[in-house]
């Protein structure tokens, strides 16, 4: 294949992870807050704006081959991603797309104990309400400020839940370790 095809097939992954990483965040993000690396730049293949990189934990290295080198491209992927966490984002021709992250990490992800309280809270919830509260102002009519109020009520009320279940599995928590404690 050559360079410029080969530069192609990584453009289109690279695209098509930051199209998706906006189409799930834009509701706290703005477009331009995820972009792509320009082809042959050294440094992570999506590039994060610090809003995003505040709400995004990952560094993405993006491979379109039909044979990859895993070791090498978790080396590069985990080399580019600072303080975040490395996800190596991969696919060849007519496959799905797949990610590699450290097992540790996806154990956190996928383990509902250790979830601490902030993480069971979606954190969107916050920036949604945040632009909803923007949108309130004396140019618009009585009736769209009440219709904004009510949908701000109703995600404070969705974070309430989550706060309410995370203190609950707390609880649970706090009881088998004081009950262990005891025997």
């Known amino acids: ?3 410029r095809s080969a530069k192609n097939k990584g453009r289109k992954l690279q695209n098509l992870v930051r199209d998706r990483l906006r189409s799930v965040y834009t509701e706290i993000l703005e477009t331009n807050d995820i972009e792509s690396q320009v082809m042959g730049m050294s440094g992570e ?3 994060l704006s ?4 505040r709400v995004i934990p990952y560094s993405f290295e993006c491979k379109n ?3 990859l080198n895993l070791w090498g ?4 992927a985990e080399g580019n991603s600072q303080d975040r966490n490395a996800c190596l984002v991969f696919k060849r021709n007519r496959s799905k797309v797949y990610v590699a992250i450290e097992f540790e990490h996806f154990l956190e992800l996928i383990d509902p104990n250790s979830k601490e309280i ?3 809270i979606d954190i969107n919830k916050f920036k949604k309400i945040n632009k909803m509260h923007e949108k309130l102002s004396s140019k618009k009519t009585h009736q769209q400020n009440i219709e904004v109020v009510n949908q701000i009520v109703s995600l404070f009320t969705e974070i309430t839940a989550a706060i309410n279940e995370s203190f609950q599995n707390l609880l649970i928590i706090q009881k088998k ?3 262990n404690k005891k025997d």
């Open 50 to 53: 610090p809003a995003a990189k």
């Open 73 to 76: 491209s978790l080396e590069q």
């Open 177 to 179: 370790l004081t009950k």
């Open 45 to 47: 293949d999506i590039v």
């Open 65 to 67: 081959q039909e044979r």
């Open 118 to 120: 902030w993480m069971l």
């Open 1 to 3: 294949m050559k360079a």
